[in-house]
């Protein structure tokens, strides 16, 4: 059997978060060396409670390393709640017991260690604001080098954006990050809006989610219905889109996504463009290719991969209490 890939998973929980969390703390092609928190869906005290009251919750056979969100510039300029999209503590009002902590290290520092400790290896899976991999990037020079892939859920190509009409939210969220990782050396993939936009899951998700004794059945039954509450409510659709589980899906099964090189950019200023990503798509662009852009995907696999992952996850839980 092939040796699992171990990823650091950079999140901001978040529904959407929350099921890439379900899926990935119990696949067994990933090793999850740790979880960090950065504010996004909800602000970053508010990240890193939920974060953590999903890990301990879900209680994985591995327990990955956790790290803090701590406050950002970026933070300032939004409200507190975040995009409020998932209500404002990001998981619908779930309300998730935690257990107490004794101390935490920021994020920053547990990917730089993390990746440290083994050069070329890790993926690091940017599901939120791309703060923290921005920060571990100013305090280790070095990293950016030695990740093996950074792999982001966010921009958008040649669609409109999802919080402004410009702007995909976790690119919008802290574009100046976003635009210090864009330019940086690591080997990129961008998992924009044009791909994670075209799979849409109803309502029929209930019927093929793991059942309500399971770990992970209880956490998504309990709080997907607010992520479906907020997209009739803001988008005026019967459905959830699912960014950061897809963009999962892409580091697992490159397979089933069609990707190209492009030379990428993000807006930081603007009135109306801020965190908006640009992309060079002239024959003889100005600008060196600097990440691999994913354009499409096989739709009705990556839905199934996205089910059966979720039930074998429930499925594997026992392990973790033996
Ligand atoms: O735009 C997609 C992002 O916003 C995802 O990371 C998801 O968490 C959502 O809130
Ligand atoms: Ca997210």
């Known amino acids: 059997m092939e040796m699992a890939r171990k990823v650091i998973l950079d999140v901001d929980p978040g529904v959407d978060d929350a099921l890439a969390l379900s899926f990935a703390l119990f696949h067994p092609g990933l090793d999850v060396v740790a979880v960090t928190a950065v504010g996004g869906n909800c602000s970053p005290a508010q990240a890193t409670r939920n974060m953590q009251a999903i890990v301990e919750g879900l209680d994985p056979p591995r327990l990955p390393r956790m790290g803090a969100a701590s406050e950002s510039e970026a933070d300032s300029g939004r409200p507190a709640e975040g995009r409020g999209l998932y209500g404002p503590d990001g998981l619908g009002g779930a309300d998730l017991p935690v257990a107490e902590r004794q101390h935490m290290l920021p994020a920053e520092k547990v990917i730089c260690d993390q990746v440290r400790a083994a050069p070329d290896a890790i993926t690091i899976v940017a599901l939120g604001p791309l703060t923290n991999i921005a920060r571990a990037f100013q305090r280790d020079p070095e990293l950016p080098s030695l990740v093996g892939r950074v792999?982001?859920?966010g921009g958008a190509v040649a669609v409109s954006g999802n919080y402004t009409a410009a702007a995909e939210f976790n690119i919008h969220c802290d574009p100046v990050a976003a635009q210090a990782v864009f330019r940086s050396a690591s080997t990129k993939t961008l998992i924009p809006l044009d791909v994670t936009n075209r799979i849409t899951l109803s309502y029929d998700l209930f019927n093929q989610l793991p059942d309500e004794s399971t770990r992970v059945g209880a956490l998504?039954?309990?709080?997907?219905?607010?992520?479906?509450r907020g997209y009739r409510q803001r988008f005026g659709i019967e459905g959830i889109h699912v960014h950061d589980t897809i963009t999962l899906m892409a580091v697992l099964y490159p397979e089933l996504f069609m990707a190209q090189e492009m030379a990428g950019n993000v807006e930081t200023m603007g009135e109306l463009t801020t965190?908006?990503?640009?992309?060079d798509r002239r024959r003889i662009p100005s600008r060196q290719y600097n990440m691999e852009v994913a354009m499409d995907l096989e739709k009705e696999k990556v839905i199934e991969k996205i089910i059966r992952g979720l039930n074998s996850a429930a499925g594997r839980e026992e392990a973790s209490a033996e």
């Open 275 to 279: 965190g908006m990503t640009v992309f």
């Open 151 to 153: 792999v982001i859920a």
């Open 220 to 228: 998504l039954r309990k709080i997907l219905p607010s992520a479906f």
